[in-house]
């Protein structure tokens, strides 16, 4: 058992940590014996703990007379712990006179974290405030040049390796299903339906001139192929007949995703505006105006019921949600009366979102949202693939984004190669595989027509995380797993107890309860081997 000692005002960001790294813990109880202490920005109490764990990035009374090193105040600097490196965003302090047992430093080789003993007790001191860290993660996010960082999932393999290389017996459910490495959520922002919709626009405009000169372009600096530019200036030279409705739109593309996805058991979520023409409030930017839509879910009812009927999922995709309740409130009602779903999720068009939204979507009502990512990279902005409840909600769960298609290969954007944007999603592949969670991708409707042409691109994105034990789930079944997980209660006895059951027939994968045996040898779970484990469904 974890005993918790730490500042008033932390509590629910540590109740939230805690769902996350699934574990027995408790606020600490004087009358209670605990294996493990955390300290945070406080001094332990006198206790015969096996484990004391002290964050702060303040001096404490229980620290030694010339440990900490003067004028050591820092924030936004890098860590290393063994193999791992990561950011930490609030204040610092370096230690000198460290016993010799560095285990934590920052990218000057100053000390971050040290190690001493005491009889039988191990006494780990850093300096950093842990929950202060989880707070900026789960509220503002890490800026993109930090994107790549699952920091918030290291700082869980830091405390579970620290406590199983204590020899201390560690039961966790973690965040993978039971048979599974990792949950993929791949999703779709609907912001276009056909092209005929458009006539003498700007998109209409836009994608001439990138299925035209845009693609020769690219061809000649070797960042599209020759059959590229072949089907772009084939998809213009049929423009005509698309309009006259003598040839197939070559932007509607549902069934042709349902078909892809369906050929490795994926089933996807499709986000939908609501209301046509609307660009929205408090949008700026030069193109503001380019925010609205020809279409909304009215015009597509049939489809919706159709993506219901073959086991795919639909939600919203928000125009003022992000900032008005009243907004939110209509915005899902459109959705729900032409899905006839209660629980509906949410994704805001073009991922607006403000220190207000997670309370706004969590009054409407909205079972999820999905917004919490980037635009500009990919990548963890919350620092985990876990799905998380914002701090100060009811209800509402966030499923972060990681990966989004318009991002990869947007020349406003990253602007990759298909080789590079390849390189970078294994990569993150890789890290849900070894962190479990829920990876989010976003494909756009339009991205496997022309001039997109990223067809190939998802095809081998989903054999590959097919191929790494993902469950493909909709993004409301991901949510409600995450839920099922966060409602188990451990027992004194060792069982483990629900209090959320999910809705009969929805066949989730069950949880694993794992049992760390003996010490972990490394430090970084990304390449080290694990401490032995026992894992049982239950």
Known sequence: MIGVVSKTHETEVITEFFELFKTPWEFYDPAHKYDVIIAAGTAPPETDATLILIYSSEKLPCDDCGILKPNSSDTNTLALWGNIKFPIYGKSIAFKNHYGGNLLSNNSGQVLGYEKKNGH???????????????????????????????????????????????????????SPAGYKFIACMTHDIDFIRIRDHKFDHTMWGFLYRATVGTLIDVLRSKRNWKDLYLNWKAVATLPLVHLGLSPDFWFKFERYAELEKNVNARSTFFFIPFKNRVGNKVGGANAKRRASKYDVLDIQEVVRN??????????????????????????????????????????????????????????????????????????????LQAFKPISVKQIHELPLHIQDTALFNPKHMSLTKADAWQL??????????????????????????????????IKLLHEIKSQQAWFATAQDAVDWFRMRRSAEFLPNGDVKFSYQPEKGSNLPKLILRTYNTASPAADNDSATPAPFTDTSI
């Open 307 to 384: 993506l219901l009927n073959s086991g795919f999922d639909v939600g919203v995709h928000g125009i003022d949600a992000w900032h008005d309740i009243l907004s939110a409130c209509e915005e899902k009602k459109r959705i729900t009366d032409v899905s006839k779903k209660t629980d509906v999720g949410i994704r805001m068009h073009w991922l607006y979102f403000n220190e207000n939204t997670f309370r706004m979507l969590d009054e409407a009502g909205f079972s999820y949202d999905s917004t919490f990512g980037y635009n500009d990279t990919v990548g963890f902005r919350a620092g985990t």
């Open 121 to 175: 007790q191990r006494i780990l001191r850093f300096g950093y405030d842990l929950f202060e860290e989880v707070y900026f993660l789960l509220t503002k996010g890490q800026p993109p040049e930090y994107a790549l960082f699952p920091t918030l999932d290291y700082q869980i393999d830091i405390l579970r390796s620290l406590i199983t290389e204590s020899g201390i017996r560690l039961l966790e459910i973690p965040p």
């Open 425 to 458: 999603c294994e990569y993150l592949i890789k890290k849900a595989a070894s962190h479990g969670g829920a990876l989010t991708v976003l494909w756009h409707d339009r991205s496997l027509s022309p001039e997109r042409l990223y067809e190939d691109f998802y």
